[in-house]
């Protein structure tokens, strides 16, 4: 049902591999967000992973697993989100070279972050063609090896490894998990690793109801583009490969989206509680929580907050 | 030179008298911090303590050091602040009752909470004296003891051991503490560990330039009111106390005042990249810093982050 191969122990060797390079996140409780729930909750706080998200696994992973020749020539993306800045920082820190291919319109200060991490920022026209095809270009000028934001086995395997350190640290054997779902690469992880390790596990999916196409895919039984998506969470736009979408369909219990209102509610009520950064990709994570308290009550869940990186004008409400 | 007989053998028995109750609050680092300044910092995380600030320490202390008959008639102070509701959750946890003189025009937010924590909320009329007056009718009918928010030497060592486990943390002998100096109870309990463990150490202590009573007070060498505060850092509003003013004065090297602009540049800047909520009163310790990064070039500097109880319309900037 998944990928040819692709399971547990791609996870379990992506987390031995990553370990001298990645954070091991912290589980922070609330105990008022457990009383708000009825359920007991650990938060695995992604966000003080390196560049502040989940990301940092799957680029580490793929950089690492490369061959010493492979590697050599560099690597390459399209990105111009936390997984540019994940996969420079990880090239960086292997001595190789980096190219990510970002619309001129990006952000200055995504383009400066991405820069200062060492990498090269090849600007393109901003439509998919263009973005692709300029990619190929570099590729075929470099010889750099294109990673893919979550379209990548390799990728997949590196995000599990944040699932199983929740169940490896969590006090107690999770009943639940829930996950945002934006290209599907961390809930796919997360379930090769509930499957592998606790099949009873559910996992449930958050969505952006304004980018809601792994729960319009899952509903058809094959997978739909997600058109003009509308959203706060801008890690949630993207949608699912043919990959992520094979292995969320045999895994995933439910995808529930949720609108932007509760996410930004959920974002300020947990910040303020947990007192962490809470960016809105994750925040839509704890608003699927509280939307599903009924099915939840008295159940051991964790959540994978998968990042901190908010404009903290959002925050302000 | 201190209070009688306080030292940091009473920061020892307050740390293992609190070892139960409050967390051991994280060190966190930042290399761009670190970059910023020219300097290795260390902060200690105490947004992530019980109530979200220091203040549990001392309160714990101060409660836990009671005798059982003398407990059992329960404790009161007058604050509308972390103390207010470090006080009030110590007294629940050891099953004690508590009352809170607390001005009327207190933010219902700041009632709520110490009511949450099951302690009685007195109100008052907006004056020293009014305040003053209720605790002691409070006193008088109950038999409850007050515990004075930082000019006690119960608190005073409590509050030390945020200190204490910021130099038995740190990886590297420190050479520089930098802490925010309100009614001077943290500073204080600081300056005690310093000098009892490690005299050549140095300790900064930062105030708000609205707010300068501790520096003007070092400099006149007696203690001097602080009239008209005004200041975002809630938290450093008061005035010293004779105790922490006379432990302050043998102690502490420097009292750097930093207006409120760099402070909540301080703070938003570096919320950014601890990914933590960080209030005024503590981004006060880091705007010091900065304001003497010539003074610690290379060196290695522990700062207090005091609590994380922030507005979050204050970080839109």
Redesign the interface.
């Known amino acids: 049902m998944n990928a040819p191969g692709l399971g547990l122990a791609d996870v379990l060797e992506a987390a031995a591999r990553i370990r001298p390079f990645a954070h091991r996140t ?1 589980l922070l409780t609330s105990a008022s967000f457990d009383a708000r729930v009825g359920a007991r909750v650990w938060f695995k706080c992604e ?2 992973q390196r560049v ?1 998200a989940f990301k940092f696994r799957g680029a580490t992973n793929a950089v690492r697993a490369l061959g010493d020749a492979e590697a050599a020539r560099g690597v390459l993306t399209h990105s111009s989100g936390n997984h540019a800045q994940a996969l420079a920082l990880a090239a960086r820190q292997r001595g190789i070279p980096c190219w990510v291919v970002m619309p001129r319109d990006a952000p200055a200060v995504k383009r400066a972050a991405v820069e200062g991490y060492g990498a090269t920022v090849v600007p393109c026209e901003p439509t998919l063609a263009a973005r692709e095809a300029t990619a190929r270009a570099v590729g075929a000028e470099t010889g750099a090896v294109f990673i893919h934001p979550y379209d990548d086995p390799r990728v997949v395997a590196g995000q599990g490894t944040a699932a199983l350190e929740l169940l490896e640290d969590a006090p107690e054997p999770l009943d639940v998990l829930v996950v945002p779902v934006g290209g599907g690469g961390l809930a796919s992880g997360t379930c090769l690793v509930a499957h592998g390790l606790r099949p009873e596990l559910v996992v449930l999916g958050a969505e952006p109801a304004g980018a809601d196409d792994a729960r319009r895919s899952l509903a058809a039984g094959r997978r739909l583009a997600q058109e003009d998506p509308r959203t706060v969470a801008d890690g949630l736009r993207t949608e699912l490969s043919d990959l992520t979408f094979s292995i969320l369909r045999a895994h995933l219990a439910e995808v529930v989206a949720v609108p932007d209102a509760e996410t930004l509610g959920a974002m ?1 009520w947990l ?2 509680r947990l ?3 809470i960016e809105p990709s994750s925040a839509v994570a704890v608003a699927a929580l509280e939307a599903r308290r009924e099915a939840v009550a008295g159940r051991r869940v964790g959540v994978i907050l998968s990042g ?1 990186n908010v404009d ?2 959002l ?3």
């Open positions: 912290p966000g003080f502040g300020r910040t303020q007192k962490i950064l901190a903290l004008s925050l302000a409400g």
